[in-house]
């Protein structure tokens, strides 16, 4: 029982190169998030997907594109890294809208942007 | 602007004694309240949640309390174990119009207990 798995765990970049962060979940969530996580400012919101073919902004969108072409997977892309994007990026899923909306997490992706 | 607000950045209790953490919200619509932990290098797990119906939800060692007409939250811990030492993020939700489709984070405390 996997859970969310995020690949890859650690990863460096220069300024203006891009790459995609995956995100992948087993337990047929119909929900998917990205969240990055800063020193002092907690989790915030970088997009959201609520089912297949469906993406939202969050509070941080700017800089990233995400796609959620399959249920069980939901990837986040930087085209042209910044290095106000290196952080340490969660992904999250859960079953529905409903009840106490208890996110699952993945373990996250430190990325540094040289 | 910040919608839900942890005042703390830290927090340090001895093993066995209580820990307080607080958690304060600006958002009325918001009706689900969680905490979630956090150790170093781990993504964060689901601790304990109440509803805005209830304003108490107990499971073992942890209590949460809900005082809606102050919009504050508090996680009490008793008694406090090393193990326990961690960052706690509090974190809400509201109830439609797209908002109940986010959680919002707080900044977290980080707590430690020390043996």
């Known amino acids: 029982n996997a859970g969310v798995t995020q690949t890859p765990k650690f990863r460096v970049l220069k300024t203006g190169q891009s790459m995609t962060l995956l995100c992948a979940q087993d337990?047929?969530?119909?929900?998917m998030y990205w969240y990055r996580q800063d020193p002092g400012m907690g989790l915030r919101l970088i997009h959201y997907?609520?089912?297949?073919?469906?993406?939202a902004k969050g509070e941080v969108p700017d800089g990233y594109n995400v796609s959620r072409l399959k249920k069980q997977n939901f990837l986040l892309g930087l085209e042209s890294a910044a290095p106000s994007q290196t952080s340490v990026y969660f992904c999250a899923s859960r079953m529905d809208g409903s009840g106490a909306n208890v996110l699952t997490f993945g373990a996250g992706s430190r990325l540094t942007v040289l | 602007d910040q919608q839900v607000k942890q005042n703390s950045p830290s927090l340090s209790v001895q093993e066995g004694r209580i820990s307080i953490l607080n958690c304060d919200y600006t958002?009325?619509?918001?009706?689900?309240f969680l905490w979630y932990k956090k150790y170093p290098a781990e993504g964060p797990t689901f601790l304990i949640s109440?509803?805005?119906?209830?304003d108490k939800n107990e499971d073992g060692r942890f209590t949460v309390f809900l005082n809606k007409s102050a919009k504050h939250l508090s996680l009490h811990i008793v008694p406090s174990q090393p193990g326990d030492s961690a960052v706690y993020f509090c974190a809400a939700s509201g109830k439609g119009g797209g908002s109940n489709y986010k959680l919002t984070f707080g900044k977290g405390t980080l707590l430690t207990v020390n043996p």
């Open positions: 109440i509803s805005s119906i209830k």
């Open positions: 337990m047929n969530h119909e929900y």
């Open positions: 997907s609520v089912g297949e073919g469906t993406t």
């Open positions: 958002n009325s619509m918001f009706d689900y």
